[in-house]
């Protein structure tokens, strides 16, 4: 499982991909999956976090290198519901900082010390 996700690019390294796993946040069919090592086929539908999204993805074809991002893309269908119009900026309170509220917030914390 772990050689696939890496190898559909959803992963930029095995060792994350295979420690995604090993913490049980992947999960197959519905099930958590705490093995890297656990079998995928075509047909099975993955489900886990990436960033501070969740992705439903289901497996088309089983990949045979970590090729170009065309090549990898299809591996799989995305079956993610498509986010919101301003999801993005849900984190985001009041309107982004200018340039000189950003240089009040730097000299602020330089004054805190290294704690800060």
Do not use: C, Y
């Amino acid at each position: 499982m772990d050689k696939w996700l890496w190898q559909a690019r959803f992963f930029k390294t095995r060792s994350l991909a295979s420690r995604m796993v090993n913490d049980g946040q992947v999960r197959v069919n519905a099930q958590r999956v705490v093995k890297a090592a656990t079998s995928v086929r075509p047909g099975d539908v993955l489900t886990f976090a990436q960033g501070a999204h969740v992705r439903v993805i289901k497996i088309t074809a089983l990949g045979l290198r970590r090729g170009p991002a065309s090549e990898a893309q299809g591996l799989f269908d995305d079956l993610t519901p498509p986010l919101e119009p301003g999801a993005a900026d849900a984190a985001r309170v009041g309107p982004r900082p200018t340039k000189r509220d950003r240089r009040a917030l730097d000299a602020f914390q330089d004054d805190q010390g290294p704690d800060v």
